[in-house]
């Protein structure tokens, strides 16, 4: 089984639609890390998180949200979707004695 | 502002061909240089952490090393299966990293 899961793989949302995207991870790492890909762009990191009581915003959080529920699971919302929010989105995790990130298997967003 | 640049954008090679792949970097106090490889539809997998200048990392085919401005994937040998996009970020600080835009290497039989 993978290591660190993402749900869903694929989206198709309209518009003003709220979403959310979930990681779980068994890794038993304590830090977790929303990113977006966009073509020519590369990764950007959105929202990052050091423990449960702990959150961050990244480079490009505005629009966004995220809620870290447990150790494990790490969820980013889009609560009013907007079509340049079309991307592929990465949740990544590592320890905290490490600088190593490893990554899920992403979710295809697109907004119409 | 911390910047990482990849070059080429992409490269294609003949099976077998050698070739390098650059990541020069411009950012204070590096704590780390890693490197990933990326398959199309698929998140980036881990490769390399290189830390100082001088210090050379192996995996199969493949060659990171490292100096004070820039870093370099060196590609022996190539097979197809070799093929994908090639990611360089630099860390820094509070285990945030800054990605460059990635090479995508095309290995042809």
């Known amino acids: 089984d993978a290591d660190v899961t993402q749900t869903p793989r694929n989206r198709i949302t309209k518009t003003g639609k709220r979403i959310m995207l979930e990681c779980s991870q068994t890794?038993?790492?304590?830090?977790m890390y929303w990113y977006r890909q966009d073509p020519g762009l590369g990764l950007r990191l959105i929202y990052y998180?050091?423990?449960?009581?702990?959150?961050n915003k990244g480079e490009i959080s505005d629009g966004y949200s995220v809620s870290r529920q447990a150790q494990a699971k790490f969820s980013l919302s889009l609560e009013s979707a907007i079509p340049n929010q079309t991307a592929l989105y990465f949740c990544a995790t590592s320890e905290a004695s490490s600088y190593e990130q490893y990554f899920g298997p992403g979710t295809r967003l697109t907004v119409t | 502002e911390d910047q990482v640049t990849q070059s080429p954008e992409a490269l294609r090679l003949q099976e077998g061909e050698s070739s390098s792949l650059n990541c020069s970097y411009t950012?204070?106090?590096?704590?780390?240089l890693f490197w990933y490889r990326q398959d199309p539809g698929k998140g980036p997998e881990f490769l390399f952490t290189l830390y100082s200048a001088g210090e050379e990392k192996e995996k199969e085919r493949l060659k990171a090393t490292l100096t004070k401005k820039e870093s370099f994937l060196h590609i022996t040998a190539p097979k197809p299966e070799d093929s994908a996009t090639y990611l360089c970020?630099?860390?820094?600080?509070?285990?945030?990293?800054?990605f460059g835009q990635g090479t995508r290497l095309t290995i042809n039989p």
């Open positions: 950012v204070s106090g590096l704590r780390g």
């Open positions: 890794k038993g790492h304590d830090r």
């Open positions: 998180s050091f423990d449960v009581k702990d959150i």
């Open positions: 970020a630099v860390h820094r600080g509070a285990q945030k990293l800054v």
